[in-house]
């Protein structure tokens, strides 16, 4: 956590500079730009003070350690169908619906329970019994 910690304290002062600089080349007159990246810097802050505290309460991780190995972070990635074609019904219903919001809503009604179809057929592939699919 800590190297997160570091990550999100570094953004602080670069967004401040960032704010600074675009204070100085809008004149003072785009408002909504200065305070955006101003909210950012802070917010990035308040993630980065909420990491650090974490991080003391916790045993370090292999990459918060000097002596920590690649091996020691190797896991369990969870299991993966080798043979599903729920993923492919899922990326072309929801190229479908993400097209009809630019062609027209008509579309987004037709393949928004496509999607949905695809969703609960790829999370219920290896349910049996009453629950299946």
Same mark, same amino acid.
């Given at each position: 956590?800590?190297?997160?910690?570091?990550?999100? *304290?570094?953004?602080? +002062?670069?967004?401040?500079?960032?704010?600074? $600089?675009?204070?100085?080349?809008? *004149?003072?007159?785009?408002?909504?730009?200065?305070? *955006?990246?101003?909210?950012?810097? $802070?917010?990035?802050?308040?993630?980065?003070?909420?990491?650090?505290?974490?991080?003391?309460?916790?045993?370090?991780?292999?990459?918060?350690?000097?002596? *920590?190995?690649?091996?020691?972070? $190797?896991?369990?990635?969870?299991?993966?169908?080798?043979?599903?074609?729920? +993923?492919?019904?899922?990326?072309?219903?929801?190229?479908?619906?993400?097209?009809?919001? $630019?062609?027209?809503?008509?579309?987004?009604?037709?393949?928004? +329970?496509?999607?949905?179809?695809?969703?609960?057929?790829?999370?219920?592939?290896?349910?049996?019994?009453?629950?299946?699919?």
């Amino acid at each position: 956590m800590k190297s997160e910690a570091r990550l999100f *304290g570094f953004l602080v +002062p670069f967004c401040i500079m960032a704010a600074m $600089a675009y204070t100085y080349f809008t *004149g003072g007159k785009e408002w909504v730009g200065i305070v *955006g990246i101003t909210l950012v810097a $802070a917010l990035s802050g308040f993630i980065a003070f909420y990491l650090w505290l974490v991080s003391r309460k916790l045993d370090p991780r292999p990459e918060d350690r000097l002596d *920590g190995e690649i091996a020691e972070q $190797a896991g369990d990635y969870g299991f993966f169908s080798p043979y599903s074609w729920w +993923p492919l019904w899922l990326g072309l219903s929801c190229a479908a619906l993400f097209l009809g919001v $630019a062609i027209g809503w008509w579309m987004v009604i037709i393949s928004a +329970p496509l999607v949905a179809l695809a969703t609960v057929g790829w999370t219920f592939e290896y349910f049996r019994g009453e629950k299946a699919v």
